[in-house]
């Protein structure tokens, strides 16, 4: 019975590592955030290989890629690690006690300036749960990296997830009053056309064109300038020196517009919403870890809603597969 239930505790380590080698893509990632040294990583990766006897990933000179047979495994361990996790969570449930691993992601500039800080109190109050928050510049394949909850801004078009609206989310564009005062500031969707528009270039998406709606008309308008960049806090800062007008979101651009560095031009027009969700799998019970790290969120997130213009507030409501 012992050496069973070893046997047991070593598959699902197995489990749980190859999850993580698969969201990083980087064994020298992985050892970092395991606090092993690469040579150890490469060592218990290659174990693990000759233990199925397949090759789980290719090793290529930038990142790693994961084989057939490593898609197969990944895909497989989820489902194992998350009815493992909720049935140690049924069998203690009567605990308060937050236990087992909460894996987050969430982008680079909303994670760094919100989510961060809430992982960090969520911890403080939570010692017996490990947390994870991984920072990332690209949408996640999210059934396949090893993640708990997605902090998205946006839409969530996979139907196979719960997005639970947390923040109420909107873009607006605007500019220094500086450079307001030399160029004039903007009272038609065409006159964007006659400024320099700080573009940002993200996801290989066209974010030269941008969209605006009123009373249900849309306007699509093309937008250029001498400045391009593909960091959203580049932009940002280029705007504040006083070099056009650019486009952001609300949780990015709301202090310096309340601060007056910036002003938000064109406000009687609406533009694509960009609320923030937290994303998870669905499943039969929802983990408590998940449940409770996603309320605490809402809760806190609630304060960033203060003094949104155009009257938008979160409700809590929206929870939807």
């Given at each position: 019975?012992?050496?069973?239930?070893?046997?047991?505790?070593?598959?699902?380590?197995?489990?749980?590592?190859?999850?993580?080698?698969?969201?990083?893509?980087s064994l020298t990632e992985v050892a970092r955030e395991l606090g092993l040294s690469l040579p150890a990583v490469s060592k218990r990766l290659a174990l693990l290989e000759e233990k199925l006897g397949v090759q789980l990933v290719r090793r290529t000179t930038r990142r790693l890629e994961l084989t057939p047979e490593g898609v197969l495994y990944a895909e497989g361990a989820r489902p194992i690690l998350s009815q493992l996790a909720l049935l140690e969570?049924?069998?203690?449930?009567?605990?308060?006690?937050?236990?087992?691993?909460?894996?987050?992601?969430a982008s680079f500039g909303f994670g760094r300036r919100y989510v961060a800080p809430l992982v960090s109190q969520f911890a403080a109050q939570h010692p017996a749960l490990t947390l994870n928050l991984q920072l990332s510049s690209q949408?996640?394949?999210?059934?396949?990296?090893?993640?708990?909850?997605?902090?998205?801004?946006g839409d969530v078009p996979d139907s196979r997830l719960v997005a639970r609206r947390i923040a109420a989310n909107h873009r607006v564009v605007c500019a220094s009053p500086d450079y307001?005062?030399?160029?004039?500031?903007?009272?038609?969707?065409?006159?964007?056309?006659q400024h320099n528009c700080i573009v940002l270039r993200q996801h290989e998406a066209?974010?030269?064109?941008?969209?605006?709606?009123?009373?249900?008309?849309?306007?699509?308008?093309?937008?250029?300038g001498?400045?391009?960049?593909?960091?959203?806090?580049?932009?940002?800062?280029l705007a504040l020196d006083g070099h056009g007008l650019v486009l952001r979101s609300w949780w990015d651009a709301r202090e310096a517009i309340l601060s007056g560095r910036l002003v938000q031009v064109l406000s009687c027009w609406q533009l694509p919403s960009a609320d923030i969700y937290a994303v998870y799998s669905q499943s039969r019970r929802t983990p408590k870890r998940i449940k409770c790290f996603v309320d605490y969120l809402l809760a806190r997130l609630s304060e960033y809603t203060v003094a949104m213009p155009q009257g938008r507030q979160v409700t809590g409501e929206g929870e939807r597969p």
């Open positions: 019975m012992l050496t069973r239930s070893r046997e047991l505790a070593t598959t699902s380590e197995d489990l749980r590592f190859f999850m993580r080698v698969a969201a990083l893509s969570e049924e069998v203690s449930h009567e605990s308060a006690t937050l236990q087992g691993s909460l894996n987050i992601n949408p996640l394949n999210f059934l396949n990296a090893g993640i708990d909850v997605d902090i998205r801004i307001l005062a030399r160029n004039g500031t903007p009272q038609r969707i065409e006159d964007l056309a066209d974010f030269t064109i941008w969209r605006f709606s009123q009373a249900g008309k849309e306007i699509r308008q093309k937008v250029q001498s400045l391009t960049t593909n960091d959203g806090e580049v932009a940002m800062r």
